[in-house]
C-alpha cells in the first residue's frame, strides 16, 4: 500500500490538518496548540468534555503506573500486543491508535512487538503526561475517543482498552483493511475486590460494559485472559483497587479490608478482534 500519507493529528476546531513545529501544534486558519514540556498536545477544545468526567486523575495515574510497573498486569499487556502484530499490513506504514491510552504501558509494548508508529489519546491530562513522559517514541494526545483528531483511514489497527469504544468513530479512523482490538472484563475479573467492596456483587456491572456497545457487529476472534494477581504487598492490594472505579465506591473500611485481605486477585478479560463489514 503505498502512497499513504502518514498519519497526523487535525485541528478540533476547524478540522483542518495540523502542521506540527517544535513548540506547537497550528492549521491554516490560525488555531494553535501548544505542545506541553513532555511532548503531548492538548486537542480538547476549551480542556474540558462537556457531560463527560475528564477521566482518571494523578491518584489513579500513579496507582495504575504502580500496578503495572510491578508487572502484575504482564499477561493482557503482553497478549494485546500478541493479538495486535499479526493485524498490520506489511506492506505500508504500520500505524496503530490506542483510543483511552492511559498512561500508555499497553500502547508501548504494542509497538515495541509490532514495529509500529503509536497513537495515543486520552481525556484524562494526568495520563497522557504520565505517557509522554515515559514513551517517547510514541505520540500523545488529550482528545476524546468521541471525537478522534484524525484524518479518516489513517490507522491499520484501533485499540481500547477498558476504555470508552465509539465504534463509528473508531472505524472512522481505520483504514478499510484495519482491525479493532476491544479489551473488556470477564464475569470473574477482580471478583474478590468487589466481593469486598459490594453486598451484592453480581448486582455489580462495570460502567465500561454499559456503554458504547451501539454499532459493533460480532468479532473475528475472541479471547480470554485470565491471570492472578498476586499482591504481596498491601501498598499495591490499594494501588489496584485505585486504578478501578470500585474505588468510589468503596468505603474507609472496604478499603481497609482490601489492604488487609486482597492477596489474590482474579484478573479475568476478554480481548475481541473486529473488521470493518464488507
Ligand atoms: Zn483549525
Known sequence: ???????????????????????????????HFDRAREGYVNLLPGGRLKGRSSGDDEAMVRSRRAVFDAGLYDPIIDAVAETAAPLFDDAGPRAVVDCGCGEGSYLARLCDLAGADGWGIDVSKPAVRAAARRHRFQHHAVASS????????????????FSPR???????????????????????????????????????????????DEGWPNPVSTRAVQFELDLAEPELRTALLEMTPFWWSAGEVQRTLVAEQAVRVTADMRIAVFRAEA
Do not use: Q, W
Request: aromatic share 8%; glycine share 6%; proline share 9%.
Open 166 to 212: 465509539p465504534h463509528a468513530e473508531m472505524f472512522r479512523v481505520l483504514r478499510p483493511d484495519g482491525a479493532a482490538i476491544v479489551v473488556r472484563p470477564g464475569p470473574d475479573h477482580l471478583a474478590e475486590l468487589k466481593a469486598i467492596i459490594y453486598t451484592d456483587p453480581r448486582r455489580h456491572r462495570d460502567s465500561a460494559e454499559l456503554d458504547d
Open 146 to 161: 468521541y471525537s478522534l483528531p484524525f484524518d479518516d483511514r489513517s490507522f491499520d489497527v484501533a485499540v481500547s482498552v
Open 1 to 31: 500500500m503505498s502512497g499513504l500519507a502518514t498519519v497526523g493529528y487535525r485541528c478540533p476546531v476547524c478540522r483542518g490538518a495540523l502542521a506540527e513545529a517544535p513548540s506547537e501544534f497550528a492549521c491554516a486558519n490560525g488555531h
